[in-house]
């Protein structure tokens, strides 16, 4: 497997012949013209590392901690709704998967398995990611935050860059509809996917399972998948983290914070920690590559929140971008689906083998044995944003 998918987009490649092409397009596309997909990639590869050489670096450690647990290595699972399209049973795959290798595994709201169900079987790994529902002084919402406690996750990721509902044009395109129906050019899609089809069979229904309690009647694909649509929206106010945060009693990350500024309000309101991140360019299509927020986030909070990032990131060697400009960890969205979609159940494993081993080398490379001497690596990044700088001209 390594010599036939050596690289994320290898694997990109491969899911992309394999799986239906609404599938590929929903996990791969973009909001608009999906610049902002473009940007994270160009960004992260315009980041120079100033290798040190003559340091010992046979024995590398990869650990970090997270508050106050140590993960194996400083990346983890984004949240990912719907991740089942691109393989049946992704979220049960990845979350094993992240629970073997004890990296952090972070379940989406509108996810295809169910917290109680992702607490089984990721018990030490687990975090919760949060969407807003407005209705009845937040009843869905809370009634979320109290499963995820009962459960166990050890973190809670409130998203708060979803203010509106983004146009894919690539999921208009090929028939990505909520609720899923299987019109006439879907059916054809999915004869065309034999292994895919399998796994569904085997699988059997994608539904939207943390909202199956919240539905009135029957709790189908469809029923679940409306509920969701309708019942979720907007971005948590300041007000409304605020009450999250006063009832969440582990550690409470927000997910999705672009402009320094938030990230100093957010501290305010008692945060433990962020992810600096415009959602892999699948809402705002204007928005800057994160990794271009990073240095001026750090800059602002760095000292008081554990920073953290997604958006683009395809190898270790972006994550130890991340980490020499200041995070603590990269989360990665894509990645893992494209190598669900491309080898099945066994994608999983793959992907993490593939970043485990690339990290370890990116680390030789670089000369650091941890990643704390990862963050002092010199990094030239002449496009990271600075915001009083600009004010001035
Ligand atoms: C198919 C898919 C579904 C996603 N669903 C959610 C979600 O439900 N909640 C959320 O906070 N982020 C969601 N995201 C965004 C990811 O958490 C993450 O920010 C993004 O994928 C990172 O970019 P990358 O895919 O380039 O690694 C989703 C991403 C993808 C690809």
């Known amino acids: 497997?390594?010599?036939?998918?050596?690289?994320?987009?290898?694997?990109?490649?491969?899911?992309?012949?394999?799986?239906?092409?609404?599938?590929?397009?929903?996990?791969?596309?973009?909001?608009?013209?999906?610049?902002?997909?473009?940007?994270?990639?160009?960004?992260?590869?315009?980041?120079?590392?100033?290798?040190?050489?003559?340091?010992?670096?046979?024995?590398?450690?990869?650990?970090?901690?997270?508050?106050?647990?140590?993960?194996?290595?400083?990346?983890?699972?984004?949240?990912?709704?719907?991740?089942?399209?691109?393989?049946?049973?992704?979220?049960?795959?990845?979350?094993?998967?992240?629970?073997?290798?004890?990296?952090?595994?972070?379940?989406?709201?509108?996810?295809?398995?169910?917290?109680?169900?992702?607490?089984?079987?990721?018990?030490?790994?687990?975090?919760?990611?949060?969407?807003?529902?407005?209705?009845?002084?937040?009843?869905?919402?809370?009634?979320?935050?109290?499963r995820a406690g009962d459960a166990g996750a050890q973190v809670l990721v409130p998203t708060i860059d979803s203010a509106g509902k983004s146009k894919r044009p690539r999921d208009i395109r090929h028939g990505v509809k909520v609720p899923f129906k299987i019109g006439p050019k879907i059916f054809l899609q999915v004869a065309r996917s034999p292994a895919w089809t399998l796994a569904l069979r085997r699988h059997g229904l994608l539904r939207t399972e943390n909202i199956v309690p919240y539905t009135e009647g029957r709790a189908t694909t469809g029923s679940t998948a409306q509920t969701m649509q309708a019942r979720a929206s907007g971005s948590h106010t300041w007000d409304e983290l605020a009450r999250l945060r006063d009832r969440w009693k582990r550690a409470f990350v927000v997910k999705g914070v672009l402009h320094p500024e938030d990230a100093a309000r957010l501290v305010k309101l008692g945060v433990d920690g962020m992810i600096v991140s415009n959602h892999g360019g699948r809402h705002f299509d204007g928005a800057p590559a994160s990794i271009d927020m990073l240095p001026a986030i750090v800059a602002e909070v760095g000292a008081r929140a554990t920073v953290m990032i997604d958006s683009g990131f395809r190898s270790g060697l972006d994550v130890v971008r991340a980490l020499a400009l200041g995070a603590k960890a990269?989360?990665?969205?894509?990645?893992?689906?494209?190598?669900?979609?491309?080898?099945?159940?066994?994608?999983?494993?793959?992907?993490?083998d593939m970043m485990f081993d690339e990290l370890r080398r990116e680390f030789q490379h670089v000369g650091v044995r941890s990643v704390a001497e990862a963050a002092t690596i010199p990094a030239r990044h002449l496009r990271a944003w600075d915001l009083e700088a600009q004010k001035n001209t």
Not at 24 to 47: H, K, P
Not at 85 to 111: C, F, S
Not at 116 to 137: N, S
Not at 330 to 352: D, I, K, Q, T, W
Request: charged share 25%; with cysteine; proline share 7%.
């Open 1 to 146: 497997m390594r010599r036939r998918y050596p690289t994320v987009e290898s694997l990109r490649a491969r899911a992309r012949a394999r799986v239906p092409r609404f599938a590929f397009a929903f996990v791969d596309g973009g909001a608009n013209d999906e610049e902002c997909a473009a940007r994270n990639a160009t960004a992260l590869s315009s980041v120079e590392l100033l290798p040190r050489y003559c340091i010992d670096t046979k024995d590398v450690s990869t650990e970090v901690e997270l508050f106050g647990r140590t993960y194996a290595a400083p990346f983890g699972v984004a949240p990912m709704g719907s991740g089942g399209l691109i393989w049946p049973g992704a979220e049960e795959y990845l979350a094993a998967e992240a629970q073997a290798r004890n990296v952090p595994y972070i379940l989406a709201t509108p996810a295809n398995a169910s917290i109680e169900r992702i607490a089984k079987i990721a018990p030490d790994v687990f975090w919760f990611q949060l969407y807003r529902f407005p209705k009845d002084d937040h009843a869905i919402t809370f009634d979320l935050v109290k």
């Open 330 to 352: 990269a989360f990665m969205g894509r990645p893992f689906l494209y190598g669900l979609g491309a080898l099945g159940e066994g994608g999983a494993r793959h992907v993490m």
